[in-house]
């Protein structure tokens, strides 16, 4: 199956790490590929990084003004010629069979999105990552009525360990939003999700996802964050019939995530947003009266009644 795959790369100071990724992407055991590096107005050395990779013609170099990872893969999108498409963190690396294994699950599943499983490392495990799953593939499909449960399950509701068909976004004019700067990959998912008959996934991890601790979800600080309730509400509004195992699970995070944003509130009190944001989510929260097991009846009672005692230890358990 010789389909051209275009690989997305928005990047933004990302001289530490990109060479890594960009060799990663060269040792690939699928070789019809074109590689799009979208430089977001950087002002450190990654551009110098990625015109050395020009000397092969499936990398191509695109400067854009500094606006945004949403914007630069929406500008990728523009650009790829591909049959088919996938983004690519620029601080990640890639197993050498990442498109390889991607693309032989849709040779029998054309109108299925192709997913793989992942991994997470920091600079300390870095050396381990090249510990390749030995055992044989086994694959996981999820038919038309709980595909959306994809955004839950081992697979996660992320975009880089998948592969979509360029014709399905260019035909439904799928996009990015400008406007989220939390869980946008999980919201482009979603709507992608509706257009496909289902998913397919594999259990190898040909994904190696790095972790870092200067990411919106560690800062504290950064109001940017709260927009994940956009998403949400996108889905919650949307009116789909979903599984109830999907349904559990969305009203979960989602009460989980307010009763994370009532914590982060606490280092915001300064902000014009403070007193919107708080009387938002107090609102939400009383709101939602879901239907939840024991368990996390009892997780989500600790989460908001004894919140910064229980989001401090979590974040010093993140920050590990």
Known sequence: MNKLISIVIPIYNSEKYLKKTLDSILKQDYPYFEVIMVNDGSTDNSESICKKKLADKRFKYHYIKNSGVSNARNYGIKKAKGDYICFVDSDDILSKKYLKTL??????????????????????????????????????????????????????????????????????????????????????????????????GTNSNCYHYRLLNDSICHKLKNLKWFTIFEVYDY??????????????????????????????????????????YKKKIKQKYRDNNTKLCVSKKIKLFIYWNFNYIAFTLKFKEWRK
């Not at 997470?120 to 086994?138: A, D, P, R, V």
């Not at 009532?262 to 300064?270: E, P, T, V």
């Open 103 to 200: 693309i032989e699950l849709y040779s029998t599943n054309n109108n299925f999105l192709a997913c793989c499983m992942y991994d997470t490392f920091s600079s300390k495990s870095e050396n381990m990552i090249h510990k390749e799953n030995s055992g044989e593939l086994t694959e996981k499909k999820m038919s038309n009525n709980t595909k959306y449960e994809i955004i839950y399950s081992e697979f996660g509701g992320y975009i880089w360990n998948k592969l979509f068909d360029i014709k399905i976004i260019k035909k439904y004019k799928i996009k990015f939003s400008n406007k989220i700067f939390m869980c946008e990959d999980m919201l482009f998912l979603y709507k992608y999700l509706s257009y496909v008959d289902g998913v397919i």
């Open 235 to 276: 889905i919650f509004n949307d009116n789909k019939i979903f599984t109830k195992k999907f349904t559990d699970n969305l009203n979960y995070v989602y009460k989980y995530k307010l009763c994370e944003g009532k914590f982060r509130l606490k280092f915001n009190k300064d902000s014009t947003k403070y007193k919107e």
